[in-house]
């Protein structure tokens, strides 16, 4: 079974730091871009950063530019997300999300559980 | 950057009857829109991607269609487990913005 998920969440203080995680299984990681997508609590979608297959190209939205750092460890299976300088406004559910590829036209085909951010005083 | 105009922002309708959210973008993003249905405490489901592609296992009560800024998602004969959240993509180009989301309540 194809497979995303996430870990590292947690509470932390205003301008702390967290790193998350996002372990694939069941399918070729190294095959497909993946990013990270958050939903603040009674918000909708918020898409935050991609990494190319390769880790070659990788974008961020406005937001968090700067501030956070996305990776990826092809032999591990792995994305991660260093998150710095939090702030209040960064807490979010935060889901990592598979690009299908030419099979879905890169459409986000599948996503994690997510992992809940609390960033808090 | 693109912005997608979602509507509507909620919706109530009842068993067995059609329903259409519609999505504009602010400028032509070539078919590259997705929709998404997303139920509380669950992952996002991709439901549909190129515009009008159902992703394999989708419920054919599910269609869609649309062109360079205008986009349209219908969901037909309403089942209560059509009770979610759904939001369109637009993936033609960085940053991949997401509708405000469209929530649907099945009476």
């Known amino acids: 079974e194809e497979q995303l998920v996430e870990s590292g969440g947690g509470l932390v203080k205003p301008g702390g730091s967290l790193r998350l995680s996002c372990v694939a299984s069941g399918f070729t990681f190294s095959d497909h871009n993946i990013n990270w997508v958050r939903q603040a609590p009674g918000k909708g979608l918020e898409w935050v950063s991609s990494?190319?297959?390769?880790?070659?190209?990788?974008n961020y939205a406005d937001s968090v530019k700067g501030r956070f750092s996305i990776s990826r460890d092809n032999a591990k299976k792995s994305l991660y997300l260093q998150m710095d300088s939090l702030r209040l406004e960064d807490t979010a559910t935060y889901y990592c999300?598979?690009?299908?590829?030419?099979?879905?036209?890169?459409?986000?085909?599948?996503w994690g559980q997510g992992t809940m951010v609390t960033v808090s005083s | 950057d693109i912005q997608m105009t979602q509507s509507p922002s909620s919706l109530s309708a009842s068993v067995g009857q059609r329903v259409t959210i519609t999505c504009r973008a602010s400028?032509?993003?070539?078919?590259?829109l997705a929709w998404y249905q997303h139920k509380p405490g669950r992952a996002p489901n991709l439901l549909v991607y190129a515009t009008s592609s159902l992703k394999t296992g989708v419920s054919s009560r599910f269609s869609a269609s649309g062109s360079g800024t205008h986009y349209t998602l219908t969901i037909s004969s309403l089942q209560a487990e059509d009770s979610a959240t759904y939001y369109c993509q637009q993936y033609y180009s960085s940053p991949y913005i997401f509708g405000l989301g469209t929530k649907l309540e099945i009476k």
């Open positions: 990494i190319t297959f390769s880790g070659s190209y990788i």
């Open positions: 400028q032509d993003i070539g078919y590259s």
């Open positions: 999300a598979r690009e299908g590829g030419p099979s879905t036209g890169d459409a986000f085909d599948l």
